[in-house]
């Protein structure tokens, strides 16, 4: 093969590699904006870290099946915004993807 076919074919699985990644990146930002308002339970094993504000000053660990009761979300559906319960016991921010809808 000479160079140029080369490089036509790597341009093609590069536009590709990035178009694919780009659908990967807006699916996953829109996934999470569903955990909606209300009480939750950390759905994921080992638990979810509980910051100040998005990505913000760790304020503790919750641990499984521990509450969260989500007030907002990012506008990314990323970070919920709300109270945790369990051992941290304040308001904070969680990854909304830890996160499942339950009830008391």
Not at 10 to 33: F, I, Q, S
Not at 83 to 89: F, L, S, T
Request: with cysteine.
């Amino acid at each position: 093969m000479t160079p140029e076919v080369i490089l036509k074919y790597n341009v093609k699985l590069l536009t590709a590699v990035a178009a694919a990644g780009l659908v990967t990146a807006l699916g996953a930002g829109t996934a999470h904006a569903d955990a909606g308002i209300g009480l939750h339970k950390v759905s994921n094993a080992q638990g979810a870290d509980v910051h100040q504000g998005d990505a913000g000053l760790y304020l503790g660990h919750l641990a499984k099946d521990d509450k969260f009761e989500t007030t907002s979300h990012d506008s990314r559906g990323v970070w919920c915004t709300g109270h945790a319960y369990g051992n941290v016991h304040q308001d904070g921010s969680v990854l909304c993807e830890d996160l499942t809808p339950t009830s008391w």
